[in-house]
Structures are given as structure tokens and as C-alpha cells.
């Protein structure tokens, strides 16, 4: 029996009360306090329980009402009213939207997957990932054993080189030398942040996180600090060029090193490897029209692993730019038809926002997926980009605890990966490894439009 | 009476009025303190908006205001209030309702609905919600010029179950639509009771869904579909026999692939006992049948259920994978007189956002693409098609038919119409604030069946009389004209208004 991967969560609470959508329920003037609304109708208790943060004045009618509207309508002299909070609408942005933000803060406080009643209330279709659905299998496969089966899928990949056959000697010795690889039980891995508050405690957070969870973390060479080096092995180490201060030593603790694409990038692999042949080097290649060409030349050259990042909001770089998913298909088709795909890991990174992000990546042809924005949500980040103009940031983490920011990732991970399992328990897999490229399992905005929409009002 | 070529006497309509004291309006009136009570507004206003007070007229039916669109006629009470007293502007809790597939204007009109039995007369949108796609962004392609040759009584809304040429009996209903599965446990009984009766008098049927088959349902068996599902929950040969129709849920569209889950909070001593579990304790309905593997094991499944019961009809109720074609056309191989499609959309108690988003197609793309499936392979006229999991309007029921259903199966709209307001939270703590999907005693109270059942029929009877409109609109005589007509619909994505020669609604 296959080993299972559970992660452990448990619930985490705020430092900050959460902003709600709902909320500002308003009194008009003329309150008979006939307290209907307080006996009554609250089937939540949420005015007996009412309270007042004093540090952000926020009273918890707010926070914990959940819009039934009962007070609104039997108020005697009709004087409740409800709003949509104004400060929940202005969270984020377009892409890192309210609701993205909230959903990411219920995981990380709680570990648990967001569950609604009354099916699903969004919008038909929406750009980038919101331009796919994955599919279900209706007949059960033998694979699959409902509920208690999903403890058995597998999320494991594997991160290196492959070989796509072995040679052996006419002694029957073994020729060819096997790649180094380092399997992470889950397809996520933690990125460097497109901007943070001071970050010392922050990285820790993820380092204990990453830890506990058994991935890595992205870290530009110059934020390694002495008291990091106990996680060096979870430690993916950016490096410019050949960072002349350390010594060889340091270099054989590491098991990833991630490079620039560069012309250097060759000499760089070159001189790691002589240091450490166990260590997995990734290149890091911007996104952009020119990708799908160069990943084929960096992976013929003998590049293990490539990650392919996209900026915070998955758009690739230059001119007339592509999402992320769209440029991962072109790139992991391109490797398809030029038969070397499984010789090379992609990992592709920028604008995952939530774990449907993750599996849609996947399907789209990349191997495993880097995450940034997310783990400061989970530490209550409003991403408001305060910090990026250096305003203190109205949630303080850069005092934060690093033990509670990681117990607060691993809750959103573990969040993650349930929802993982539930993306493929539906397309009946087992494994993540086999929903790489699975393009044929998933169904695409564009195509349905045009097979059944497009032709709609023409004559029979 | 006579009622035309469908040999059905419909139910009658009548007021019912919401049960809250302040219905929830998309405009709010004050009246200010300069008020003389003169009453020249009482007497002015033609929907009964405001109605006798102690020192000045109560506003008892704000929600039937039309708002500033009444400014141009010369009853309008803000202009002529001698004191300049009322004010009429947007209701601040509306925006407040709601969410992109049902937008408060969708949900107000689906009440007003239930409560007249009319289509809204203020500027609300019933025809379409705001999900931007689906849908929401198809119109009937209309002829410009209007048709009166067809009478309302001449057209016909009856839809024929049966159409698989076998010796079962044939099963019509008046109106092309039933009412979808909710489970006892997810929804009260007085909620359960109120739909099979609101079925009853339309004439169709009601879903029990999985939880089991309450005694309560006896009288109307003749109106049930038992629901086979793979929690099998409650299921037994006695409550096969007394259907006429059996469904068989392989999936769910509201959470495709994962099977159903009622909360421990929900399984109270009543539930337990319908469905057999422990009380407290969550219920699982595993995901897939285990019994499963091919469509042949399929038709063995179908089969036992018609052994069991000779005068059956048996649906396949699945969700939407990219394969749903070829799950349909296994479903008519295996002997299924129905292939209900599910799409995502539809409500149930508790499912990850994760799956109603993502997992399977909208139901949009699906109903074209089995129709088209079947027909190319010469068996669609023997087996009905009935599209749900999204259905909120007769726009969206008239449009699933024109794009290949044969009908529909609606369940949300129905719990609209006992006045849910889409809080997306039927699963917190003791269940539905409202008293709809909820097994606590005490909130369930909040329902009375008669009420309840009058809403639903309400609400039908609207929907019935819009879609004879658009039938009339469309010079068909029966609803049957309408299914798979490509050619009546526009996408507003694809096609201009002036590209065209009708007209877009």
C-alpha cells in the first residue's frame, strides 16, 4: 500500500477581524426598540454576540451576519438595511479579486475547502483560467473508490531530468547515468513575492511552511540568512552568477539551485554540477512569444527543469501578450511534437490565484506550479500594495509570527490539495502525474463558443 | 371550461402575498414628516402601493412600485403629492441581493411571480440574469411584425415522456417541465410537500430526490419520481412500485464527480429514519454507482428497475463531461425513456466552489451537443431530453428547448418562489434562515404548505403564459415546434441586431 500524504491543518484565527462583503446594516432613525431584530430574527445570534474591535472599529454585526435578510424585512418600521461592505469591494483588483482574497482567507484560517449551498452563483465564462472547464467521468473506473478512495491519488511529481530509455553493456552493467530527481508530494512550490513588506519574518513563515509540507521555497541568494540555513534543503537558491563568497561546501547541503536564462546559463549548470551532481538546476525563463523555441533549445541542451513564470497577473512579456495557460499549451505541445516533453520538467508560475489555477495549469501542460501572492493572502494580506510604496502595511506582517504565517500555509495548501483530489477524483486519475498535458479532458471556452454558440440564427 | 387543444384544467392563481412584513423592493418610498394624510396617493396609485395609516398612508407594497419609470404618467404620487412629501429612490439593500446568475431583479421578479401569477409590470429583468454568457446572452431572434392568428388556447405545452415505442404507458404532462430532485434532509417537509402539490396541480411531476421517500408523499405517488442514487438512501421495492417514474442520478451538476454530502447538523432523527443512517452522523452518496463500470452494467441497473416495476419510465439523470453525448447515447441503448442533463448551476445544500465552478460544462453547450449527437444518430425522437441546472426563467426554459431539450427540470426557481434569496448559506448552523432547506423544527414552521404550494403554482402559471407568448411570437402551435430550432436563437456575441430581420428579445 502506497504511502498517503495528509496535511494536517487546524484552525488558525485571524490577527485581523476578516472583511466581509456583506455587511453595514444600517439603522435609520426611529427605532422603537421593540427589539424584534435582536429576539427574533436573528436565527444566527448575530446581535447577541455583537462586539466592537477597537483596533480597526469594526463592529461584528458585519462580520458575522450572513445576509438572510430576516431583520431587513420584519422590522416594524423599516429601518434595517443591508450594503455591500465598501471596503470588501475595494480589496485587490481585478484579477486578484474580493472574493479570490476571501476564499484564500477562509482556507488558511481554517484548512477546510470553501463549501457554499445553492450552486454556483458566478459568471458563465471570464478570461485566462475562468476560460476552461475540467471534466468528470460518469462510470467509475477501477481506479477510483468514491470518498475513501481519494485518500489513495497521488499528488506527487517529480522534479529533474528524464531519461526515455535505459542502455545497458553486453555484461548487462548499466550505461546510462541516472538524472538526479526529487520527487515533492505535492505540485506546488513557493515563489519569490512580486513585492512584500520587509520580509525577514515572512520568509520564515514560508520556510517553516515549505518544510512541513515537504516543497521548496524560491530565495534570491542576497535574503539568505545564517539562521535559514537550517531549511537549506528546501531552499531553491537564485543565483545571479557564480556567487564567489561561498564556499563548495555550501553548495553540495543545497538540492535545487534556480538560474537565469542567460547566456551564462550553460557555464552555470556546468560549474554546480561539478560541485554537486545530485543538485537539480532550474533555468528561469520569462514567459513571451519567443518561449516555445527556447524551452526546446534549453531542454536539447540538457536542462532539467524549466520554470516558466508569467508576471502577478499571468501575462507573459511583449507585445500582443499571452496568459500563462495559453502559452504553457504552445510550449508543452510544441516539446509533444518535438518528442523530448518527458525528458524536461516545466514548472510555471505568476497569477495562480487558486487551487483551480493549479490543476488547470497542470492540464495545460505544465508539471507543477509556483505560488507567491497567495501565501501572503494567507498571512491576511490584502494586496493592497501598500508596501510596494512603502506605506505600513494595515495588517502589520512584517511582525508576524513565522509559526503562525506557516500553520497558516499549511492550512491553505492543505485547502489546495483537497481540492486538487477533488478535480481529479472527478476525472477519474490517480495521479497528478497523469493530468499533465490532459488537454483532452478539459473543455475550452473558444471551442464550445464556436462549435454551438457561434452558428446560432442561420436558417436550417 | 373549455381550455383549448391541452385537455388539462390548470390550477387557478391567487395573490400570495410574501411572508415577511417588508417584501424587498428595488425602490424605497419615504414619506416625510410634512405629510397631511390627505390621501390623494392611496387613491392615485394603481398598484395598491400605499394603504390607509393612523397619521400618514402606510407604504405596505413598496415592492410593487415601479420607481422613476412611473414619472410619466399622470398618477404618479411624487409629483402630485400636493406636499411634496414622498420620495421614491433605489432601495440600498438590493444591490446587497443577489449574485450573478440570479440578480436581485431576477429574484424580485421570480417573487412577484409567485405572488400575482403575472409577469412583472415595474422595470424589473425576468428574462435573463447577469452571468454574461449562456443563457444570459442568447435572445430569440423574433419576427418584427406581431402574430395574431394563434389564440392562447391554440397552442400546446404538453410534453410526451415516452417516445421509445415501447409497451410502457405513455406519460404526458401539460407543461414541459417537472420539478427537480431535493432530498428530504436538504429541503423540509413542508417545503418537499409544497412542490409535489404545486406539481400535482400542474398536472407533471416532483422529485423526491435521494433522501429517502416520506410517507407524506403517498397521496401523490402518481406525481413522484423516486430518485435511485448511489447513497441508494431509503430506497426499496415497495417505493419503486408506486412511481410511474423511476430516476437513476449517476451525477449531480451542482458537484459533478463527487457524489453527495449531507451535514451531521442536517441529519436529524427523521432523516436518519427515512434514509436508514444514524441521526447526527454526515451521509455520504458515494460518487460513482459502484456497481458501474460500462453501459452495459448500466442496462442492467435499468432493467432491474424495470423488472421490479412493468409500468415504470426510466431517467438517467447525469451531469455534463465533455463526453455527455456518448453517456446519452449509452443511456437510450441501455432502455432509458428520459436523459436528464445537469448542468453545474443548480442549487443543493452544500458543494466545494471549487467543483460548481469548474467540473463539467454548462448546460448551454451540453443540451446542443447531445441533441445533435442523437439526432445525427437517428434516435432522437426516442428519447426525451430534459435540460436542468440552471433553469431560472420560461426565457431560459424557452431557450434550452430551442437549443435541443425537450423540457426542463427546475428546482432553484421553485425555492425562489417560497423566498430564498440566494445566501448561498444552507448549510451554517441550523440550516436555511429563511425555513426552506432546513430540518430544524422550528425554522420549517416558517412554512405554510398551502402558501407554498400557491407560490410555486403562481410562479408556473407565469412561466406557462411567457412561454405561450414566445411560442405565439414564433407562429408555433406546441412547444414540441420549438426543440433544436438553432434558428431562432442569436448569440449577442455572434450576431447584430441589424444583421438580422426579426428582432432580439
Same mark, same amino acid.
Given at each position: ?13 485571524n490577527r ?5 462583503r456583506?455587511?453595514?446594516i ?19 445570534k448575530?446581535?447577541?454576540k ?7 472599529m ?10 438572510c435578510f ?15 461592505n ?23 484560517e481554517?484548512?477546510?475547502i ?22 468528470m467521468?460518469?462510470?467509475v473506473?477501477p481506479?477510483r ?30 550505461i ?16 519569490i ?12 513563515a ?13 530565495i534570491?541568494e ?13 531552499i ?8 564567489h ?36 538546476v ?12 527556447r524551452?526546446?533549445?534549453?531542454a ?36 509533444v511534437?518535438k ?23 497542470i492540464i ?8 507567491d ?26 511582525g ?6 506557516a ?23 490517480r ?10 479532458r ?5 471551442e ?7 452558428t ?5 | 371550461?373549455?381550455q383549448?387543444?391541452?385537455? %388539462? ?31 390623494l ?14 397619521k ?7 415592492? %410593487?412600485?415601479?420607481?422613476?419609470s412611473?414619472?410619466?404618467?399622470? %398618477? ?16 440600498p439593500?438590493?444591490e446587497?441581493?443577489?449574485?450573478? #446568475?440570479?440578480?436581485?431583479e431576477?429574484?424580485a ?9 403575472c409577469?412583472p ?14 443563457f ?5 431572434? %423574433?419576427p ?8 392562447d ?9 415516452? #417516445?421509445?415505442?415501447?409497451n ?18 436538504s429541503v423540509s ?11 400535482v ?7 423526491t430526490g ?13 406525481h ?11 430506497? #426499496? ?13 449517476y451525477a449531480?451538476?451542482?458537484?459533478p ?15 436518519a429514519?427515512?434514509?436508514e443512517?444514524?441521526?447526527g ?13 460500462s ?11 424495470k ?25 437510450y ?87 430564498c ?25 416558517a ?7 400557491q407560490?410555486i403554482i ?11 407568448k414566445?411560442?405565439? #411570437? ?9 426543440v ?10 455572434y ?11
Amino acid at each position: 500500500m502506497p504511502g498517503r500524504y495528509h496535511i494536517h491543518t487546524k484552525v488558525v484565527p485571524n490577527r485581523f477581524p476578516a472583511i466581509t462583503r456583506s455587511g453595514v446594516i444600517a439603522w435609520e432613525e426611529g427605532c422603537l426598540k421593540c427589539a424584534r431584530c435582536v429576539k427574533k430574527d436573528c436565527v444566527y445570534k448575530v446581535y447577541e454576540k455583537r462586539g466592537l474591535d477597537t483596533r480597526q472599529m469594526l463592529d461584528s454585526l458585519d462580520s458575522m451576519c450572513k445576509d438572510c435578510f430576516r431583520c431587513v424585512q420584519n422590522c416594524p418600521n423599516r429601518l434595517i438595511h443591508k450594503g455591500i461592505n465598501p471596503v470588501y469591494r475595494a480589496l485587490g483588483d481585478s484579477y486578484w479579486t474580493p472574493e479570490i482574497i476571501s476564499s484564500l482567507w477562509f482556507q488558511a484560517e481554517t484548512g477546510r475547502i470553501p463549501v457554499s449551498g445553492g450552486g454556483y452563483g458566478g459568471p458563465f465564462s471570464g478570461k485566462g483560467f475562468d476560460a476552461m472547464w475540467t471534466d468528470m467521468s460518469e462510470i467509475v473506473r477501477p481506479t477510483r473508490d468514491g470518498i475513501h478512495g481519494r485518500e489513495y491519488i497521488s499528488t506527487t511529481v517529480d522534479i529533474g531530468r528524464k531519461l526515455m530509455a535505459l542502455e545497458f553493456a553486453p555484461d548487462g552493467g548499466l550505461i546510462s547515468q541516472i538524472p538526479p530527481l526529487i520527487e515533492i508530494p505535492l505540485p506546488i512550490m513557493f515563489d519569490i513575492l512580486p513585492w512584500s513588506p520587509p520580509d525577514d519574518k515572512i520568509i520564515k513563515a514560508f520556510l517553516h511552511g515549505a518544510r512541513s509540507l515537504g516543497t521548496f521555497v524560491c530565495i534570491e541568494e542576497s535574503y539568505l540568512q545564517h539562521d535559514m540555513e537550517e531549511f537549506l534543503s528546501h531552499i531553491i537558491l537564485l543565483i545571479e552568477g557564480i556567487p564567489h563568497h561561498r564556499d563548495k561546501g555550501f553548495f553540495q547541503m543545497l538540492r535545487m539551485v534556480e538560474i537565469p536564462d542567460s547566456g551564462e546559463t550553460k557555464a552555470l549548470q556546468e560549474w554546480l554540477k561539478e560541485i554537486n551532481s545530485e543538485l537539480i538546476v532550474m533555468v528561469k525563463l520569462p514567459l513571451s512569444a519567443e518561449a516555445p523555441e527556447r524551452v526546446f533549445q534549453l531542454a536539447t541542451d540538457g536542462v532539467e527543469v524549466i520554470h516558466l513564470v508569467a508576471d502577478e497577473y499571468g501575462m507573459e512579456w511583449g507585445g500582443n501578450p499571452f496568459f500563462i495557460a495559453d502559452r504553457m499549451k504552445d510550449i508543452h505541445l510544441f516539446l509533444v511534437e518535438k518528442g523530448i516533453r518527458d525528458q524536461v520538467t516545466l514548472i510555471g508560475g505568476g497569477g495562480i490565484a487558486m487551487a483551480e489555477h493549479m490543476a488547470k495549469l497542470i492540464i495545460c501542460g505544465a508539471d507543477a506550479v509556483t505560488i507567491d501572492i497567495p501565501l501572503l493572502v494567507a498571512m491576511e494580506c490584502r494586496v493592497c500594495r501598500r508596501c510596494k510604496e512603502g506605506i505600513p502595511c494595515p495588517v502589520e506582517l512584517e511582525g508576524i509570527d513565522p509559526l503562525w504565517g506557516a500553520m497558516r500555509i499549511t492550512n491553505l495548501i492543505g485547502g489546495w490539495h483537497n481540492q486538487l483530489l477533488e478535480i481529479l477524483g472527478a476525472v477519474g486519475m490517480r495521479e497528478v502525474r497523469r493530468l499533465r498535458g490532459e488537454m483532452g479532458r478539459s473543455m475550452f471556452f473558444e471551442e464550445l463558443e464556436q462549435e454551438f454558440f457561434a452558428t446560432m440564427g442561420n436558417s436550417r | 371550461m373549455e381550455q383549448g387543444i391541452d385537455p %388539462f384544467q390548470f390550477p387557478p392563481v391567487q395573490e400570495m402575498p410574501g411572508r415577511f412584513r417588508n417584501a424587498i423592493s428595488k425602490y424605497r418610498i419615504t414619506i416625510h414628516k410634512t405629510c397631511t394624510n390627505c390621501g390623494l396617493c392611496i387613491s392615485l396609485c394603481p398598484y395598491n402601493v400605499f394603504t390607509n395609516g393612523l397619521k400618514q398612508p402606510r407604504v405596505s407594497r413598496e415592492h %410593487f412600485c415601479p420607481g422613476s419609470s412611473c414619472s410619466e404618467n399622470d %398618477f404618479y404620487c411624487v409629483n402630485r403629492c400636493p406636499e411634496k412629501a414622498i420620495f421614491i429612490r433605489r432601495n440600498p439593500s438590493f444591490e446587497a441581493l443577489g449574485d450573478r #446568475r440570479w440578480p436581485a431583479e431576477l429574484l424580485a421578479s421570480t417573487w412577484y411571480m409567485a405572488e400575482t401569477g403575472c409577469i412583472p409590470h415595474q422595470d424589473l429583468n425576468y428574462k435573463t440574469g447577469d452571468s454574461n454568457g449562456g443563457f444570459d446572452k442568447i435572445r430569440f431572434i %423574433f419576427p418584427r411584425e406581431e402574430r395574431t392568428e394563434i389564440a392562447d388556447e391554440g397552442v400546446s405545452t404538453a410534453l410526451a415522456l415516452n #417516445r421509445s415505442g415501447d409497451n410502457r404507458p405513455q406519460v404526458s404532462i401539460p407543461v414541459p417541465f417537472y420539478l427537480a430532485g431535493m432530498s428530504f434532509g436538504s429541503v423540509s417537509i413542508q417545503t418537499m410537500l409544497s412542490r409535489v402539490k404545486a406539481a400535482v396541480a400542474l398536472g407533471t411531476f416532483c422529485s423526491t430526490g435521494e433522501g429517502g421517500y416520506p410517507e407524506e408523499l403517498t397521496p401523490y405517488d402518481d406525481h413522484i419520481i423516486t430518485q435511485v442514487a448511489t447513497g441508494l438512501f431509503g430506497v #426499496r421495492e415497495d417505493t419503486i412500485k408506486r412511481v410511474r417514474i423511476v430516476e437513476f442520478k449517476y451525477a449531480q451538476g451542482a458537484k459533478p464527480g463527487l457524489g453527495g454530502h449531507l451535514l451531521g447538523d442536517k441529519v436529524t432523527p427523521q432523516v436518519a429514519q427515512m434514509r436508514e443512517a444514524v441521526a447526527g452522523s454526515a451521509l455520504f452518496s458515494p460518487f460513482p454507482f459502484h456497481s458501474v463500470y460500462s453501459v452495459e452494467d448500466h442496462k442492467k441497473h435499468v432493467d432491474w428497475i424495470k423488472e421490479v416495476n412493468p409500468r415504470a419510465l426510466i431517467s438517467v439523470k447525469v451531469s455534463t463531461p465533455t463526453d455527455v453525448d456518448m453517456v446519452a447515447v449509452g443511456s437510450y441503448y441501455a432502455g432509458a425513456h428520459i436523459i436528464q442533463l445537469d448542468g453545474s448551476y443548480g442549487g443543493t445544500g452544500a458543494a466545494p466552489d471549487i467543483a460548481k465552478k469548474n467540473i463539467a460544462m454548462p448546460v448551454e453547450y451540453a443540451i446542443p451537443k447531445v441533441h445533435k449527437f442523437l439526432l445525427a444518430e437517428g434516435i432522437r425522437d426516442k428519447i426525451t431530453i430534459i435540460a436542468s441546472g440552471g433553469i431560472r426563467s420560461a426565457y431560459d426554459m424557452a431557450k434550452a428547448i430551442a437549443m435541443g431539450a425537450d423540457g426542463i427540470s427546475v428546482g432553484t426557481a421553485d425555492l425562489v418562489a417560497l423566498e430564498c434569496i440566494r445566501c448561498h448559506h444552507c448549510e451554517s448552523g441550523r440550516g436555511c434562515a429563511r425555513g426552506i432547506a432546513t430540518t430544524d423544527e422550528e425554522l420549517a414552521k416558517a412554512i405554510d404548505i398551502e402558501w407554498g404550494t400557491q407560490r410555486i403554482i403562481n410562479m408556473y402559471m407565469a412561466w406557462r403564459s411567457q412561454l405561450i407568448k414566445i411560442l405565439k #411570437r414564433l407562429g408555433m402551435r406546441s412547444v414540441t415546434e420549438l426543440v433544436g430550432r438553432f434558428d431562432v436563437l442569436a448569440h449577442l456575441d455572434y450576431i447584430k441586431e441589424k444583421e438580422i430581420k426579426g428582432y432580439l428579445d
